[in-house]
Structures are given as structure tokens and as C-alpha cells.
């Protein structure tokens, strides 16, 4: 968790400051550590100073290879292209398990206003946290034991058909 108490000091612009961006499990614990099969999910707390204006909040995933995993932008279709009053908001993203790959995700936040485009703070590797998984589990990882490459790791539905009178060719 990354947290700006004092609002003198929190990161931002004329418009917005980000106030902490956290990571929670799906109990709503703040966590460091997730089960790679369980949801996940990351918050932005921020702060409208100057009114009328429309955000675009966004949160930007890093693997510990420093690789851009992937962008989430806030589509909340309740306040997306809507002007924004003064104010405390917390925009929460939501990430399934089975979607990450094990290890380290750094996590950065950004926010800015749409017409004119005027980013407001952009701030890379804010909060980390470590996705794990135990052997023997229902992850994608199935029956393989050795290491996975990827970002993601999606658990994806999979279906083989057999058919016992086909011929079988030579080798």
C-alpha cells in the first residue's frame, strides 16, 4: 500500500492529486502476497480539487522483467466522459484469478483529464505485490511442474475429441 496523508504532499496536478493506491484480496484485505487462483484487486484513492473537469483514471501492470504486462483505464460507464464534482473517489479494478503469472507485479497509477488531455500525476511502480501458486492446485499450471513463461497465465477452457475408429497413420 502506498498512501499520501498529508495533501500538500500528495502527488498531482491544478485538478487532481493521487491520494494511495492499494492492493486487496478478495476478502478486502490489504495483501502483498495472492493466490495466483483468486481475484485480486487495485485501488486508486484521489482527490478532485478543481471541479468540471472529466478524469481518466489508470493503473499500468509491470512484470519483474520490467515488461508492461498491461494498461487498465477506469470505464466506470457512471462517471466515464462525466464531469467530475469535487471531492474524495476510489476507482477499484478488478483482476480474476487465474489471469497473472507467478511473481512480482509493480503497479503504477496515472490520472488525467480528457479535453484537453492535461496528466495530472503519472507515477510508475507504487505498490508491488507477489503472485504465487502451490503445486496440486486447480491453476493453468495443471499437472506441469516446471516453470511457465508468459505475462499472463489465464486458466482457459480446453476440449479434445476422441475417435476411436479413425485410422492411424505410419511413422
Known amino acids: 500500500m502506498r ?3 498529508d495533501p500538500e504532499k500528495a502527488p498531482g496536478g491544478e485538478v487532481a492529486c493521487l491520494r494511495a493506491v492499494r492492493v486487496r484480496e478478495q476478502n478486502g484485505q490489504i495483501a502483498d502476497t495472492i493466490d495466483i487462483r483468486k481475484p485480486v484487486s487495485v485501488e486508486m484513492e484521489y482527490d478532485v480539487i478543481k471541479p468540471g473537469y472529466k478524469l481518466l483514471a489508470h493503473l499500468q501492470f ?3 522483467e520490467g515488461v ?3 494498461s487498465a483505464h477506469d470505464l466506470d ?10 471531492g474524495r473517489y476510489v476507482s477499484t479494478v478488478q483482476i480474476p484469478g487465474n ?4 511473481g512480482t507485479m509493480f503497479v503504477g497509477a496515472g490520472l488525467q483529464t480528457l479535453d484537453p488531455v492535461i496528466v495530472q ?3 510508475l511502480d507504487l505498490v508491488a505485490f507477489r503472485v504465487t501458486e502451490k503445486m496440486n492446485t486447480d491453476s493453468a499450471r495443471g499437472d506441469y511442474a516446471g516453470k ?4 499472463v497465465r489465464p486458466l482457459l477452457k480446453w476440449s479434445t475429441q ?3 475408429h479413425s485410422k492411424l497413420g505410419n511413422r
Open 3 to 5: 498512501e499520501w496523508t
Open 62 to 64: 509491470y512484470n519483474e
Open 68 to 70: 508492461h504486462a498491461f
Open 77 to 86: 460507464p457512471d462517471w466515464r466522459r462525466r464531469p467530475r464534482p469535487a
Open 99 to 102: 489471469f497473472l503469472s507467478e
Open 121 to 123: 500525476v503519472y507515477m
Open 148 to 151: 511457465m513463461g508468459g505475462i
Open 162 to 164: 476422441f475417435n476411436p
